[in-house]
């Protein structure tokens, strides 16, 4: 089976688990943004001519050329990983929407960056769902996302477009899931609009459906195991 063939495949098998979720919740259909971290643009170009629309990446360095070699197609390119502000300006560049502002200092730089390039910049606040949040870990303590989103919703170049969450790991993420979904409820009450939910991966998109999730981010089931980098 070449590459083009294996992508597709696995790609009719997911968007199929998409399609039966959503329609088991009730819900409209859910935006699969495939992650290519570790995948080269070859393989973008492969999933844009599949019909893929979305393409979530984790790092800078590689996303950064990445959509440089791939800017002549129809893509919204989704930053998915731990941002650092001094990477600010370089994904403001290419960023349709980043979905892992969690902090104030963040939210600082990306204004900054994004008020520099005329952008009006989409961002997701995301939430630490771990039981007991730890300092390290990605994403705001719940008992912060209200400052958080005030400091957000002021940034005149950003436009808060909802909110992100990864399940913790080898814990069940219906309760991680739930939690996200009641502080997606709070941040869309304070902002009308901010109705994106991005959760979700490979192995607990059916989960994160059934709690609301609109964006869910795969990466192995779409694209196989990573390449030997």
């Not at 984790?58 to 050329?65: C, G, L």
């Not at 731990?82 to 994904?91: E, F, G």
């Not at 994004?114 to 303590?141: C, E, M």
């Not at 959760?199 to 998109?205: E, I, P, V």
Request: hydrophobic residues 45%; contains cysteine.
């Amino acid at each position: 089976m070449n590459r083009t063939d294996e992508l597709a495949t696995n790609l009719r098998a997911v968007q199929a688990r998409i399609a039966q979720a959503c329609e088991a919740a009730g819900r409209p259909p859910a935006t699969l943004v495939v992650v290519t971290k570790f995948f080269g643009a070859d393989d973008v170009r492969r999933l844009a001519a599949l019909g893929v629309t979305d393409i979530g990446e984790n790092r800078d360095q590689e996303a950064a050329a990445k959509h440089d070699q791939c800017q002549d197609l129809p893509l919204t390119w989704h930053f998915i990983g731990q941002l650092q502000t001094n990477k600010a300006n370089s994904v403001v560049r290419y960023a349709d929407l980043i979905h892992t502002v969690d902090r104030s200092h963040l939210v600082t730089a990306l204004q900054k960056a994004a008020a520099r390039a005329d952008k009006q910049q989409d961002v997701l606040l995301q939430l630490n769902l771990d039981p007991q949040p730890r300092s390290g870990r990605g994403g705001v303590a719940p008992a912060d996302l209200a400052a958080l989103m005030e400091a957000a919703a002021g940034a005149e170049a950003l436009r808060v477009r909802g909110v992100m969450g990864v399940a913790p790991l080898g814990e069940d993420p219906a309760p991680a899931f739930e939690r996200l979904q009641q502080a997606a409820a709070h941040v869309q009450h304070e902002i009308p609009g901010a109705d994106i939910v991005s959760a979700g991966m490979s192995s607990d998109l059916e989960v994160a459906v059934k709690y609301g999730a609109t964006h869910l981010r795969i990466g192995t089931a779409v694209m196989g195991s990573r390449p030997d980098v």
